[in-house]
Nanobody
Framework: QVQLVESGGSSVQVGGSLTLSCSAS??????????MGWFRQLPGKEREGVAA?????????YYSASAKRRFTISKDNAKNTIFLQMNSLKPEDTGIYYC??????????????????WGQGTQVTVGS
């Protein structure tokens, strides 16, 4: 059974940084086909992909256009954990951030419908 537990969400000032963590159980990080991702749901918007990583050795990494240059996804296979480092945060980054597993990235697109397991989400609030 796959379980995903996010942590690290908080309230930060504009321009600040946060690192989210997602601890996974029931997921084989050494499996080259295992893909995990970070998604977010902004107020009044549909859930959208932020970043994804294939957790096997030399796995590929993908970012949405909004995440490029500011967000970094990484993994620690020994701890079965992925991270999302977020820098230069803006008010429009405010929302609930979710970790997901059991998915894939198709033609560079990080689509929620392609991921099968989800965490409960963690709130990120960016304010002045």
């Amino acid at each position: 059974q796959v379980q995903l537990v996010e942590s690290g969400g908080s309230s930060v000032q504009v321009g600040g940084s946060l690192t989210l963590s997602c601890s996974a159980s029931g997921v084989t990080f050494s499996d080259k086909s295992n893909c995990m991702g970070w998604f977010r749901q902004l107020p009044g918007k549909e859930r959208e992909g932020v970043a994804a990583i294939y957790t096997g050795d030399n796995g590929s990494i993908y970012y949405s256009a909004s995440a490029k240059r500011r967000f970094t996804i990484s993994k620690d296979n020994a701890k079965n954990t992925i991270f999302l480092q977020m820098n230069s945060l803006k008010p429009e980054d405010t929302g609930i951030y979710y970790c997901a597993a059991g998915g894939s990235v198709e033609v560079g697109r990080i689509l929620p419908a392609l991921f099968h397991h989800w965490g409960q989400g963690t709130q990120v609030t960016v304010g002045s």
